[in-house]
């Protein structure tokens, strides 16, 4: 065996490696390079390796995917829960936005109704305050407070369509779920305020709005009835002072009882305080005819009186002798009115009277007027209060041109001076 291709490693000599196969007759040889026998071992190691692996693998299969699914049912589970709970939040929001729609519908449908009834309130009011402000007239009471004016139910309507168009807004907006109470009452403006707030707060504005007009209403309808009965009272009065008495069931009742109006029920307020103004200018009403029917003008406003009622020195005799009426100076000529409305009686000329006109007044109640140069009038002939019966003058038994005036109650003569003087202390109210 020759030995050859000797190395040296390090300053050694390493011998190659020979391996010999002998067959028969045949001899082979082969030299193993050192580098051939690091690539043998090493791919006899990865052999080993791999088959040590697969061993492994086999054997720790299942439970390896046994961890890998258990972890991936772990992380489906987790996303599960993550999903479940953004749709429950997602469920919260969408049923919080309902329930802000569903106040903000409540709202404005309270809104409506309200401004509604306002108006039918107004409507009703309209010929009820024109008539109170002609039955009573100008009362030095506290001024009444205005009533609301048609365009402040439209700015309320507007208003009302406003707050839907905000809120429909801000009922859309994800990013805000804050349910808010029925008319809320903040105020103050916040720095992130939302259009939800802001809705909110023209929903407490429209609110009191219109809170304003009904408190208005009530206030307008409170003060008219109480001046209807303050003049009604002064009517009363002023009558009852001088002994005239009126048809009217004004203040009385069966058993004398009496007192303000105080409902039981708030939402009948309105309504009674209505009525209340209407019973109460129905007596206003009832009383003025029954004062307008009584002779209680000025027969000859602006002239004086020459003769009054009751005992005097006749002018023709001089002897102490009744005057049954006034005397007013007045020319001949001048128009004779009389006093209340009635029916003439009597026209024509009736002794010591001379030209006399008689009126009836009803309920007893009559008027004389003497000493006319002119009758204008016919018996039967219906007269109201301020009409012409004919022209002063100096016929019968008179001793100059003047107005002779005469007030009678049942056939008995009456110091007219009552009736004037009544006359004007309840003119204003007339």
């Given at each position: 065996m020759n030995v050859t291709g000797q190395s040296a490693v390090f300053g050694r000599r390493k011998e190659p490696h020979t391996i010999i196969i002998a067959r028969g007759d045949q001899i082979r040889h082969f030299?193993?390079?050192?580098?051939?026998?690091?690539?043998?071992?090493?791919a006899l190691a990865a052999m080993a390796i791999g088959y040590l692996l697969a061993t492994s693998y086999l054997v720790l299969r299942d439970d390896l995917i046994g961890a890998t699914t258990a972890?991936?049912?772990?992380?489906?589970?987790?996303?599960?829960?993550?999903?479940?709970?953004?749709?429950?939040?997602?469920?919260?929001?969408?049923?919080?936005?309902?329930?802000?729609?569903?106040?903000?519908?409540?709202?404005?449908s309270e809104?409506?109704?309200?401004?509604?009834?306002?108006?039918?309130?107004h409507g009703r009011l309209g010929p009820l305050i024109e008539r109170a402000e002609s039955e009573v007239g100008t009362q030095p009471a506290a001024a009444p407070a205005p009533v609301e004016k048609p365009d402040q139910h439209a700015d309320a309507t507007g208003n009302i369509g406003q707050i839907a168009q905000t809120y429909s807004v801000a009922s859309l907006s994800a990013g805000d779920t804050r349910p808010f109470s029925l008319w809320s009452t903040r105020s103050d403006p916040l720095p992130s305020e939302s259009s939800a707030d802001r809705a909110d707060k023209l929903f407490v504005s429209i609110n009191q709005s219109?809170?304003?007009?009904?408190?208005?209403?009530?206030?307008?309808?409170?003060?008219?009835?109480?001046?209807?009965?303050?003049s009604a009272d002064a009517i009363t009065q002023a009558l009852a002072a001088a002994g005239l008495p009126v048809d009217s069931d004004?203040?009385?009742?069966?058993?004398?009882?009496?007192?303000?109006?105080?409902?039981?029920?708030?939402?009948?307020?309105?309504?009674?305080?209505v009525k209340e103004l209407d019973e109460a200018l129905d007596t206003l009403d009832q009383l003025k005819k029954e004062a307008r029917r009584l002779p209680l003008a000025n027969p000859a406003p602006g002239h004086s009186v020459t003769s009054p009622f009751g005992v005097r020195t006749d002018p023709i005799l001089g002897t102490a002798a009744l005057h049954s009426g006034m005397d007013f100076r007045a020319p001949i000529g001048m128009p004779a009115k009389v006093t209340a409305p009635g029916v003439v009686t009597k026209a024509g000329w009736n002794g010591g009277y001379g030209r006399m006109v008689e009126v009836d007044h009803g309920?007893?109640?009559?008027?004389?007027?003497?000493?006319?140069?002119?009758?204008d009038v016919t018996v039967g002939q219906k007269l109201n209060a301020g009409d012409v019966i004919g022209k002063t003058g100096s016929s019968g038994r008179s001793t100059g041109p003047h107005?002779?005036?005469?007030?009678?109650?049942?056939?008995?003569?009456?110091d007219p001076l009552r009736f004037?003087?009544?006359?004007?202390?309840?003119?204003?109210y007339l």
């Open positions: 030299t193993v390079r050192p580098w051939i026998a690091a690539f043998l071992g090493s972890r991936q049912a772990r992380m489906q589970q987790a996303y599960e829960d993550r999903i479940s709970a953004l749709r429950a939040q997602v469920d919260r929001i969408t049923s919080r936005q309902l329930l802000d729609q569903q106040l903000m519908e409540t709202k404005v809104l409506l109704q309200r401004q509604t009834q306002l108006s039918q309130r219109l809170k304003n007009i009904e408190n208005d209403q009530l206030t307008r309808v409170t003060t008219l009835a109480d001046n209807a009965y303050k004004f203040g009385k009742s069966d058993s004398d009882v009496g007192g303000p109006l105080i409902p039981l029920d708030s939402s009948m307020i309105f309504d009674s305080k309920n007893g109640f009559a008027t004389r007027y003497g000493h006319l140069s002119e009758i107005l002779h005036y005469e007030v009678r109650h049942n056939g008995e003569a009456i004037l003087t009544v006359g004007k202390k309840v003119e204003q």
